[in-house]
């Protein structure tokens, strides 16, 4: 198990060398920001996991008092520390897991990264006891193609919205799709609010 741990980690800095230079993750990345922004309030404090390389986080800081971004790949938070330091934001990343996670926050926020999160009923216990107002974005149900470099960190091949309710059935929750992926064919991506 710590093995598949250190590789899945490894895989992800690996990426954070290149992950901005492709346009779909960017033009993604924008859907999910102007998705989220209306909903957002300057004065609170969110949470991002799975943050990345900040393509999501970093352009939602300037709208809100604080944003910490957590992932489990060192060169994600560094790439993510590196761009808030550029560009002179208070944004700051952690190499955590959200499971690791105790501090409550106002809003938690993450994008393409629940299919890679085994247990979601475990999720959704973390998120009731640390936030009222969450974001997540992520594959509507697909056949397993998506991700064409293999499948060895995937969980989930997408979620259709019976899932979803299921798995977050303690929560009001909006759904909507906000984006479409275009590679070998169409993904849909969807953008759930959960609230309390």
């Known amino acids: 198990m710590k093995s598949e741990k250190l590789k899945f980690k490894s895989r992800f800095d690996l990426d954070a060398l290149t992950w901005d230079d492709l346009d779909r993750?960017?033009?993604?990345?924008?859907?999910?920001?102007?998705?989220?922004?209306?909903?957002?309030?300057?004065?609170?404090?969110?949470?991002?996991?799975?943050?990345?390389?900040?393509?999501?986080?970093?352009?939602?800081?300037?709208?809100?008092?604080?944003?910490?971004?957590?992932?489990?790949?060192?060169?994600?938070?560094e790439k993510f520390n590196e761009k808030a330091k550029q560009l002179n934001l208070s944004a700051k990343a952690y190499q955590k897991d959200i499971f690791e996670i105790n501090e409550t926050f106002d809003v938690v926020i993450s994008s393409m990264t629940l299919h890679h999160i085994k247990n979601l009923n475990v999720l959704n216990d973390k998120l009731k006891s640390i936030t009222n107002k969450v974001f997540l974005a992520d594959l509507v149900k697909e056949d397993g193609t998506f991700h064409t470099r293999g499948n060895d960190d995937v969980e989930h091949f997408g979620f259709d919205t019976d899932e979803l309710k299921e798995y977050f059935k303690d929560w009001n929750m909006d759904y909507?799709?906000?984006?479409?992926?275009?590679?070998?064919?169409?993904?849909?991506?969807?953008?759930?609010?959960?609230?309390?």
């Open 25 to 77: 993750r960017v033009n993604l990345a924008k859907a999910v920001v102007n998705s989220i922004l209306p909903h957002l309030e300057e004065n609170e404090k969110v949470l991002e996991f799975g943050c990345g390389t900040g393509l999501v986080g970093i352009n939602i800081t300037p709208y809100v008092k604080e944003l910490i971004g957590i992932d489990t790949s060192a060169k994600m938070v």
């Open 176 to 196: 909507k799709i906000i984006h479409i992926i275009k590679k070998h064919k169409d993904f849909p991506v969807f953008l759930i609010k959960l609230y309390k």
